[in-house]
């Protein structure tokens, strides 16, 4: 049967066009139901004869009620085509949600084509919406079911749509609300699954809020899209992503590219119900409103206090300081920020998540089963507390939970929210892992590093396995990087393909992108040379191995030679980088032995880093150069490349205040000059310099992924490598990246054809936004294990330990302990106390008692106590205290 379908549409050109498409109507598209004599035998069938009913679901229910239908409790739901397509317009992660379940063989979830059913296909109707239109031809299906299935099982058609559902039950239907669906089932707990409906849908049942009435307005309304889209058009908005403060839930930033700097956001008011990653829209503040405020570190009164982390490696993982100008000594008055201060008007594109946390402690009620209100605090301290109702409250107390946002109105305190599942205990180590992966949305025992290089860098041929477009490519797109925690990996690809038949193992042949250079002795690369190859590693060594080798003068067998010969090269490599400019700077990274059995830590200190390290990875970064060249030579739109970009005079201005403040003058003119000041920084004490290494690296943005066709050759620049061009080549067993290099160097050598993909820029725009974002999220992820571990092995371990002074503040300071590459606070005054009895010098980074000869000074040693502490039940921190 064919049908004419006809709509007009505005061309690129402005002109309108009428479209005419035919709509081909077919009556063997079968019902799904296992014993149903109607349809084909052959057809597939996923809703059983022991079903209660079979649930017909409208689109909101889909994308609103998805953390229900995900749980195994339903089953034998029908998802038409109208509903599943106008998903997928509106909520790109929610329809993939529901398509897992759809293909889902042990779940009861079936896909009935109703566009192109003869009896279930509705013309559009003079003056119909196109909401409306849908709803009827849901209810159209629905009686389709109860016709064709006649009394054998109940139809029930399930939606909050107060109009939708009248209809359906005039015209002979049965028709349920989500919440009474549920409460018939006789399970309470499923109904903390539900989400409350908004306004204009039928309300929740039996849910009363005993709590006092605040009307109280106390955020602003966002202004309309049509208003925000003529405020950005005129200037007096500005849009980009809102970034939380990682330590700092109360101050985000919004990079602006029509004013070109970062916008900062102070308050929650100013933030205006805005998440972490939203897009949002931003008013400037008047400019005498730009002040800074004194720094504290935050108590428990602020709702949120500074916690003991790992060292930072990047600005991107250190507290913010936006002051720019410090006030004088004995100063009260605030100094004005040189940087814009805003706040949000209307959020463009929201982030809202799934979050991992726990419930803040509170009074059982009396009785039980009833609805409770309670609030969850995330793990993530960028996340507001959200209120949720729960009817099974006692099971959730202690545990670990996931809480999904549903709304956040301007007469509330905190967002809304409802329970999604339950992880486990607080405090039990797989529990707390999971949360860690969670936390971070990312989908990794000390890896043995293979020696490789002999005279080129042989990398896995990874593309020859993972092609283009299949399930497996689209996959470790998504996941973009491996992930590493402490005694478990994360793998982007599979096992079979990490483990076995992409690992370069000792006396195996195997696949390899191979980079060759001719070298002469002084490492000058005289050819260079790219092939696919197949390679047989004649030894396989861990780093320490490879270094016990060198450093044994008795041996003089050919490996070693080879291995002192490639280690002579890589030190010439190495200064000649340094000569450019690149920067050598430092980290306090964490290694831990770990107990075979009960795999918790058993001892905890800083990884070090050898010359068998420093030997690979100057080959690997000169292999990375020699590919960037190479693909951007032939490809100088698509290629994925790797920049670092210039940090800014603010940026290092905390760096320079605390060395100017022990009389080291550093040049930060340009990455060679900051190298060769901190070549320059010495001191009596052994631990100077590398001290002022990890402060330079906290002041540095991370470096990202970019396509090549989105910025000027002027901005491609790496500048801790002090390298124009640079990209990432030679880890595609775990990096995304490196496969899309792959790709685009087989293209250039002509051993393969470009993916289609790379002709799509918006796409590959994307995809480095995703490898970014992906990388970003695994290296947090990894932080919080090493977080959690350092917590579990410091609990039965109490620690008098020494620690560099690295911050100063009105009411304590901010230590580092390298031992144990963690820094956090030391209070001088009670929680609470804003440092009356203390005075900052910022000149001199500085705090002291007045009347004293107690004082305090940036990068001084000082002895401090370390224990695991409970300040409330279940919830244990790492505190640090002045001895």
Not at 344 to 365: A, D, T
Not at 852 to 879: D, F, G, W, Y
Request: net charge neutral.
């Amino acid at each position: 049967m064919l049908q004419s379908k006809s709509f007009v549409k505005k061309t690129k050109q402005g002109r309108i066009q009428k479209v005419v498409r035919e709509h081909y109507l077919r009556d063997d598209i079968y019902c799904g139901f296992v014993p149903c004599s109607a349809c084909d035998a052959a057809a597939e069938r996923k809703l059983h004869a022991d079903a209660a009913a079979i649930l017909v679901v409208d689109t909101n229910v889909v994308l609103h009620q998805i953390d229900l239908l995900e749980n195994p409790t339903i089953e034998d739901v029908v998802l038409l085509s109208v509903v599943l397509d106008e998903v997928k317009n509106k909520n790109l992660a929610v329809f993939n949600r529901i398509k897992a379940l759809c293909t889902n063989k042990a779940r009861r979830f079936y896909v009935f084509a109703n566009e192109q059913h003869r009896d279930t296909y509705v013309k559009d109707m003079v003056g119909e919406s196109s909401n409306d239109r849908n709803d009827r031809a849901i209810r159209v299906a629905a009686r389709w079911y109860q016709s064709h299935l006649g009394g054998s099982v109940k139809v029930m058609l399930i939606t909050n749509d107060r109009d939708n559902k009248k209809k359906a039950i005039e015209e002979g239907l049965n028709a349920e609300t989500v919440e009474s669906y549920v409460r018939s089932l006789g399970q309470p707990g499923l109904l903390d699954l539900v989400v409350v409906p908004t306004s204009g849908d039928v309300t929740m049942e039996d849910v009363e809020d005993h709590r006092p009435s605040k009307k109280k307005v106390i955020y602003s309304e966002h202004k309309p899209m049509s208003e925000i889209t003529s405020g950005l058009r005129c200037g007096i908005y500005h849009q980009g992503k809102l970034r939380v403060n990682r330590y700092n839930p109360f101050e985000a930033y919004v990079g602006s590219e029509s004013i070109g700097d970062e916008i900062v956001i102070r308050g929650r008011s100013n933030m205006n119900r805005a998440f972490d990653g939203d897009i949002v829209a931003v008013e400037l503040l008047p400019q005498d409103q730009w002040h800074e405020s004194k720094s504290f570190i935050a108590d428990d009164d602020e709702e949120e206090e500074e916690d003991v982390h790992l060292v930072p490696n990047s600005a991107d993982d250190a507290p913010r300081n936006t002051s720019s100008t410090q006030s004088t000594v004995g100063s009260s008055a605030p100094s004005v920020s040189s940087r814009p201060i805003g706040r949000v008007v209307g959020i463009i594109k929201r982030n809202w998540n799934s979050y991992c946390g726990s419930l803040q402690p509170m009074p059982m009620p009396a009785g039980s089963g009833g609805v409770a209100h309670a609030l969850f605090v995330s793990k993530d301290r960028r996340i507001p507390k959200i209120r949720i109702q729960t009817r099974q409250l006692e099971n959730l107390v202690n545990k670990r939970i996931v809480v999904a946002v549903d709304s956040w109105g301007v007469l509330s305190r905190y967002p809304s929210g409802h329970y999604v599942r339950t992880i486990g205990d607080i405090g039990d180590k797989e529990t707390e892992t999971e949360a860690s992966i969670l936390k971070f949305t990312v989908a990794s025992n000390a890896v043995t590093t293979y020696l490789k290089k002999l005279a080129c860098k042989n990398i896995a041929d990874v593309t020859n396995f993972v092609h283009p477009g299949t399930p497996l490519d689209e996959e470790a797109a998504q996941r973009g990087t491996s992930v590493y925690l402490v005694g478990q990996r994360i793998d982007m690809l599979p096992k079979p393909l990490t483990e076995d038949v992409c690992s370069l193992r000792a006396d195996v042949e195997r696949l390899a992108f191979s980079v060759i250079w001719e070298m002469t002795p002084d490492a000058d690369i005289i050819s260079t040379r790219y092939t696919k190859s197949v390679i047989k590693s004649c030894a396989a060594m861990s780093y320490v191995e490879a270094q016990a080798r060198m450093d044994d003068s008795r041996l003089v067998d050919p490996l070693t030679v080879d291995l002192r010969n490639l280690n002579s090269l890589a030190k010439i490599m190495r200064q000649r980088r340094c000569d450019r400019g690149a920067l050598t700077l430092a980290s306090a990274e964490v290694k831990f032995e770990i107990d075979s059995e009960t795999h918790d830590p058993l001892d905890i200190g800083i990884y070090q880093i050898r010359e068998a390290n420093q030997m690979i990875e100057e080959f690997m970064l000169a292999a990375n150069i020699s590919v960037a060249e190479k693909i951007l030579k032939h490809f100088p739109l698509c290629s994925l490349l790797r920049r670092h970009p210039t940090p800014t005079k603010e940026m290092l201005e905390p760096l320079l205040r605390t060395t100017s403040s022990v009389g080291l003058n550093l040049d930060v003119s340009s990455s060679k000059a900051l190298a060769e000041s901190l070549d320059n920084a010495k001191s009596n004490d052994p631990y100077f310099n590398k001290l002022i290494r990890i402060l330079a690296t906290r002041c540095m943005t991370q470096a990202v992924y970019f396509c090549s066709g989105d910025l000027n050759s002027s901005e491609y620049y790496h500048y801790g490598l002090a390298a124009s061009l640079y990209t990432h080549f030679t880890s595609p067993i775990r990096r995304y990246a490196d496969v899309v290099v792959h790709r685009l160097l087989a293209a250039a050598l002509d051993i393969a054809k470009l993916p289609p993909i790379f002709q799509d820029g918006p796409q590959l725009t994307g995809i480095a936004d995703n490898l970014n974002y992906r990388h970003r999220n695994a290296q947090m992820a990894s932080r919080a294990s090493v977080e959690l571990h350092t917590l579990i092995y410091f609990r039965t371990r109490p620690t008098d330990t020494e620690a560099r002074i690295v911050k100063v503040k009105a009411n304590g300071f901010i230590v580092f302990v390298p031992k144990f590459g963690i820094e956090g606070p030391i209070y001088l005054s009670p929680k609470g106390d804003k440092g009356g009895d203390w005075v900052v010098d910022e000149v001199h980074q500085r705090v002291t008692k007045p009347g004293s000869n107690i004082s305090h000074a940036v990068l001084q040693t000082v002895r401090i106590h370390m224990e695991v502490v409970e300040p409330q039940p279940h919830r244990p921190k790492l505190q640090l205290t002045l001895i």
